[in-house]
């Protein structure tokens, strides 16, 4: 016998809140309370000093993260789009060079770009994976491409091993946003550390946070010297340190505090443990849907793992008969919140469709720099744009802290409600 959906009048799955996802401990408030007592919550000093590399938490957090993540630099921020600012300008970016970028990200991806007065070039993503689909990236590098930034979106690494040779063959640098990402592999290295430059965010909703703040990665000598000289007064520093490359050496306060690195220091240390858990309520969620028509579960590449940021699915509206959003609406009435009707698509944002950013004049891609007229239209990004207005539909795992008996009510609620879609569509029919 159907249940009666709770969206009809029926009673709900789920008649409880799930626990909030809190990776703060006793760990962490001693950790900041032993700051708090010293009295350093800061020793950043925007010159050349001996302090211009911060104070010992400051310090001995970027040791532990380089060591974790086997690499030789690591240098904290005091926000991920700090970070990706600061990796933009590192790399060498020029005014009017072009930046390929998903759409299918947060806006800082894109704006980090702009920040240099460079141009996003935006590229679709993998049906599979949601990142960068390495063909189309492919097709659109003009002789202005000077970089890739590949988004790490939802928990697992783009495909790295093409887009660092398409960068070899075309003389790129690669940057890779991994904010969602920390902790998942790719063919055995952490992903974030595959490129030029990558990194992670520390904000508040991520695996393990310090509020707000991110860490960049990289193997370059150069290049970690840049990173550190934007995040602190560049400008103000160059000269004392004997750097005669001044380009992009505009330097502001990116600077992370005392307090969040020491948090972040036994945050660090529980990241394996987080994303093994999230890892295990995702394998758990797929073995429960994994019999529902039409509902495509996330994918995973082969010699990679995924983080679950989000829990990522597609649905085939076409063969469903439902329109995405009455079903997000059945499974939210029966309790499952944290669900989205599609993602962001960056390039369909006001700034980029109407071409204004720094004032009011189309800057810069009205200015003599801009090399060439850069489509915005809908439709330069079709995988992206479909998944968004019809198919995608995310749960965010990253905001609870779910047993397998939670688990199992959310599979029980999406049961309830594929079994209930034909009366749903016949409903909304005499409805209409």
Known sequence: MKQELALLGGQPIINRKFKTYNSIGIEEIEAAKEVIESGVLSQFIGAHHADFLGGPKVKAFEAQCAEYFGVKHAITVNSWTSGLIAAVGAVGIEPGDEVIVPPWTMCASATAILHWNAIPVFTDIDTKTFCLDPKSVEANITPYTKAIMAV????????????????????????????????????????GTLADVGGFSLNYHKHIHTGEGGILVTNDDKIAQRLQLIRNHAEAVVEGMGVSDLSNMVGYNFRLGEIECAMGMTQLKKLESFVKRRQQGADRLNQKLANLDSLTLPYVMTAATHAYYMYPILLNIEYLQVPRERIVQALQAEGVTGLANGYQNVHLLPMFQKKIAYGSRGFPWSSDICHRQ???????????????????????MCLHDLSDADIDLIAQAFHKVWHNLQYLKEKDMVAA
């Open 152 to 191: 790490d979106i939802f928990g697992q690494s783009a495909d790295m091993q093409a887009l660092m040779a398409i960068a070899k063959k075309h003389g790129l640098k690669v940057i890779s946003d991994t904010a969602q990402s920390p902790g998942a592999m790719y063919q055995g290295q952490y992903a």
């Open 374 to 396: 850069v489509s915005y239209a809908k439709g330069i990004c079709p995988v992206a744009e479909q998944y968004h207005d019809r198919s995608y539909m995310g749960f965010a």
